[in-house]
């Protein structure tokens, strides 16, 4: 039978080893060359296709297609009929620096799935004629037979047929973190990946042994290929800030155009206008309210967000994802290397007599030892420093020290042992020396222990076993406590077993038996019974301290943490309580979560806090599910299996050290430390650009209604323009953006962490800051409005009026700068207007700005202003104190208010 490609590939986990030898028409001496020349262009190289992609001319032109970016294009458009070409230039440029920015970020992302197809290694080890030959890994054919040792990056899908205590690392595609012990007995067509004992899948880690597999799938047909084409159908979601604009700049463009139109036909229809002026008058209206400078501040403000989170371990790779975190609902978290140190740990010690807390994290050997909260030293303890001695013994494993970090070589667990006798203060130099090994049984899952002989120097014999409890306690007789030698209590041992995986660790017992110098040979005969037991080992990867801290600074901001991993039931629900997400007690699977269809996973997404056996298609319909949900979703990762749920997320977070490529290229944001407490610091940040932007509106919008409100006055009034087209433009380039850009820099509120979440729904304004705008944009009207007519009834010039008009309308906006520092809180204390340099200096380079724009000749010419007097320059200051004031009064009724409503 020819191997050739099949739409729907046989279940090759669910087939026995002679099935699938058949199946793929592979001879123990492997394929041909010529054969495999054959099979090769049939299914091609081993290796994931480029996915077509937009060419660069059109990413760029896309940077446009934006309503924000619309309503700056609008700008100058209508500048540019007004026949002024500088600022024509400037808006331009501004839409430009956008798109670059935009332009260049897209082009970053784009290169995830390279990132992924960067997994595949790049020599495999083979037999082909019946030779042993070193082959390129893109050259790889199902049917060909692959050698794999410790160390080896697997090259393709392989189903496994022949093993020598073979672990394989699987975490970058599972999530586990312990290396998963292989098989060649074919498991149930059901079983998920993780539990797919007989397979090893591209891009993992062989971490121990040896093994033969067979070539069943390569290219894109493998898992990290199923993975690639999923992140490639995965469709990116929208954010909040983006939705909110796109919805306020419609709804702006609609008022603005309504606004025209409606001045247009009152000044012709209503004053017998000429409909040239009236056309120019409707443009200048136009001009007016648009805010032109609010892209640039948006995006500003979401820059100086980046830089504090940078600054703060946050790496931002997309502009809009600094204002989603701040809008997030739920956190979904893989558990292994986001929130545990991805380092097997022993953390209980159990005697016959009592059971010993293990402190400290990781391979490194700091930490002790405890009882009931007292600590203990290891010397003073003969039981624990003889199961030390044991598991330190029975061992493959190598733990060195090199450049300051503890690194370790073999089985994780393994060398969890070994951290554990350095904390017990054995020298693994002298206790090797000490106790030399003669013969050794390796661990096999057949038969699950290890077990190891060793002689000392004095004339005994000393055999060490350590596996899985309920094998050990199999072949054991006896116990070993503080009195000594005494028959063993099976039942003691199930409860203590019972406990430790109640607790989500990994169960090891260890056991001895003393034998004479002169044996050289170890046979099951002489372990298969009579076993002294020493203890158990409760071994676990441990939750992040940080990390516990961190969930519980977001909680209390109001966020749900969920965490999503492909570990099993119990040990996902024992480390999630104790880094306190759920409550210990209820845990989704895998395969209960496939048996429920969306409308039923929907209902019990928003109760469930941790999954179990995840596979990253769950992951990605739990985040749609949520999102279903009206929850804005942040997914948190580091393995491959995480990139499409990074993708389709509102805001993916990747790991920067311990991260896959494919991950970080996936996210929106990754961070540098691998800390899930920089999440909450991100949050902060993201909150507080929110906050900023709100600002920002809350100031810029009321400066550009107070200047289309003076011009509908002056056409109702009949009256000239107190403001020129020019003279608007000025106001709205220079003053706003200047004085608005100060807002971007503002810290964070006091409580920005004590609030939940604000809903996705809730308008970019409410309608507390639409009444503010209505309310400040009436105000601001009153001194220039006022003072113009004022004025010219009194046979002043109208450039003088004017230039009048102008400074105090900048006036009332550097007055209001103040009330916008705080949206709800009152400004009237020296934190609140002497709190902040860049709102200071923003007010100082605007006075110089205007008194250029006063008494320069070259300004008086252009703009068509002309000198004021130092009265008048106290005059449009008083009019400014008083509307900081009124603002001031009008927040003082509002906090009254929602205090008496409970609000």
């Known amino acids: 039978m020819n191997a050739s490609p099949s739409p729907q ?78 600022d024509t230039g400037v808006i331009l440029g501004v839409t430009l620096i956008n798109a670059i920015v935009g332009f260049v970020q897209e082009g970053k992302a784009e290169s995830a799935l390279a990132a992924i197809r960067k997994m595949l290694s790049l020599r495999a080890l083979v037999l082909r004629d019946g030779q042993r030959r070193e082959i390129a890994a893109e050259n790889l054919v199902p049917g060909d037979r692959v050698l794999l040792q410790s160390g080896d990056k697997t090259p393709a899908d392989l189903r496994l047929i022949e093993v020598k205590n073979l672990r394989i690392q699987e975490a970058v595609l599972t999530g586990e973190a312990e290396a998963v012990e292989k098989a060649v007995a074919p498991v149930s067509a059901e079983a998920v990946t993780g539990d797919r ?61 309504l606004a025209a139109v409606a001045t247009f036909a009152i000044g012709v229809l209503w004053r017998g206008l000429p409909p040239d002026d009236m056309f120019m008058a409707a443009v200048a209206l136009a001009v007016a309210a648009i805010p032109e400078g609010l892209p640039a501040i948006l995006t500003i403000i979401l820059a100086i967000g980046v830089q504090r989170m940078a600054g703060r371990n946050a790496i931002v790779r997309r502009l809009p994802a600094v204002e989603t975190l701040g809008a997030v609902t739920v956190i979904c978290s893989d558990k292994t290397g986001t929130l545990t140190r991805n380092e097997m740990t022993v953390q209980r010690v159990v005697t016959a007599d009592r059971t010993v807390e293990v402190s400290g994290a990781g391979y490194a050997p700091t930490g002790g030892f405890s009882l009931d909260g007292a600590p203990i ?121 019972e406990e430790l995986a109640t607790l989500g660790q990994r169960v090891l017992a260890v056991a001895f038996r003393p034998t004479s110098e002169t044996r050289g040979e170890l046979i099951f005969e002489d372990i298969e019974e009579g076993l002294t037991l020493l203890g158990l080992l409760g071994i676990s990867d441990p939750p992040r301290a940080e990390a516990i801290r961190a969930v519980r600074q977001t909680q209390q901001a109001g966020i749900r943490v969920k965490m999503i991993t492909g570990d099993h039931g119990v040990t996902a629900r024992a480390i999630a309580a104790r880094i306190g997400i759920g409550d210990g007690n209820k845990a989704l699977t895998g395969p209960e979560l496939e048996a429920l269809d969306d409308a039923a996973l929907r209902a019990v997404v928003m109760d469930t806090d941790v999954y179990a056996r995840a596979s990253p ?106 403001i020129t087209p020019v003279q608007i433009l000025w106001v709205n380039m220079v003053t ?62 109208t450039d003088e009026a004017r230039t009048l008009a102008v400074n105090a309308l900048v006036m009332g906006e550097i007055f209001y700068l103040f009330n916008s520092r705080y949206i709800h809180g009152s400004v009237l204390s020296r934190a609140g207007l002497l709190g902040s340099r860049p709102v200071l200096i923003s007010i100082g380079l605007m006075l110089l700005l205007q008194l250029a724009f006063t008494y320069l000749p070259p300004m008086q010419e252009l703009m068509g202003t002309t000198a004021i007097s130092a009265e008048d320059w106290g005059i449009v200051t008083l009019a400014g104190l008083a509307l900081l004031l009124l603002v001031e009064l009008e927040k003082a009724v509002w906090r009254g208010l929602r205090k008496n409503l409970g609000g």
């Not at 279940?11 to 001879?27: C, F, G, I, M, R």
């Not at 929106?668 to 899930?676: G, H």
Request: a negative charge; glycine letters at 8%; proline letters at 6%.
């Open 9 to 86: 590939p046989p279940l090759w986990h669910a087939l026995s080893t002679e099935q699938v030898l058949q199946a793929l028409d592979t001879a123990s001496g492997g394929l041909s060359e010529a054969e495999a020349a054959r099979r090769l262009a049939i299914h091609g190289p081993n290796r994931l296709r480029p996915p077509q992609q937009r060419g660069p001319v059109l990413r760029f032109l896309l940077q446009f297609h934006n309503v924000l970016i619309y309503v700056l294009l609008a700008s100058a458009a209508i500048t540019a009929a007004l026949g002024h070409a500088v």
């Open 377 to 497: 030293l290891p010397e003073d303890a003969a039981d624990l420093q003889a199961i030390a001695r044991a598991a330190h013994l029975c061992n493959e494993a190598v733990l060195r020290e090199q450049d300051g970090e503890w690194r370790m070589e073999g089985d994780p667990t393994e060398g969890a042992l070994l951290t554990l006798a350095h904390k017990a203060g054995l020298d693994p130099v002298t206790e090797r020396d000490r106790f030399r090994r003669v013969d050794s049984i390796p661990f096999e899952s057949e038969h699950r222990f290890m077990a190891t002989l060793h002689h000392d120097h004095h004339g005994h014999g000393f055999v060490y076993v350590k596996g899985a409890p309920e094998r050990v306690l199999a072949m054991c007789a006896r116990e070993l406590g503080d009195a000594g030698s005494q028959p063993l209590r099976p039942d003691y041992w199930r409860d203590r077993i």
């Open 736 to 797: 706003a953006v200047t004085l608005a850009l100060a807002l971007a820099f503002e810290p964070a509120e006091a409580n920005v962490m004590r609030r939940p979440p604000r809903d996705p729904g809730e308008p970019l304004l409410s309608g507390i800051m639409l009444w503010r705008i209505f309310a400040v944009s009436a105000l601001l009207v009153i001194a220039p409005l006022g003072l113009f007519l004022w004025e010219a009834a009194h046979g002043r010039p």
């Open 197 to 257: 004992a007989n397979m090893a899948y591209s891009g993992t880690l062989v971490s121990y042994g040896q093994g033969i597999g067979v070539v069943v799938a390569t290219g894109e047909h493998t898992e990290i290929g199923r993975i690639s084409a999923l992140l490639e159908q995965v469709e990116e979601i929208a954010t909040p800030l983006l939705r909110q604009m796109a919805q306020f700049g419609r709804w702006l463009s609609a008022a603005i155009v």
């Open 617 to 722: 298609e769950h992951k990605l319909r739990l985040v749609a599910a949520l999102q279903a949900n009206h929850q804005v979703v942040a997914m948190t990762g580091d393995g491959v299996n995480d990139a499409p749920a990074l993708k389709r997320a509102d805001i993916g977070v990747a790991m920067g050290m311990n991260g896959t490529e494919a991950a970080k290229e996936a996210a929106a944001m990754v961070l540098a430390d691998d800390n899930f407490a920089s999440i909450a610091h991100a949050v902060e940040e993201g909150r507080t650009v929110y906050d900023n932007l709100r600002k920002a509106l809350l100031f810029l919008l009321p400066t550009n209604g107070a200047q289309a409100l003076v011009i509908m006055a002056a056409i109702l009034l009949g009256v000239t323009l107190p």
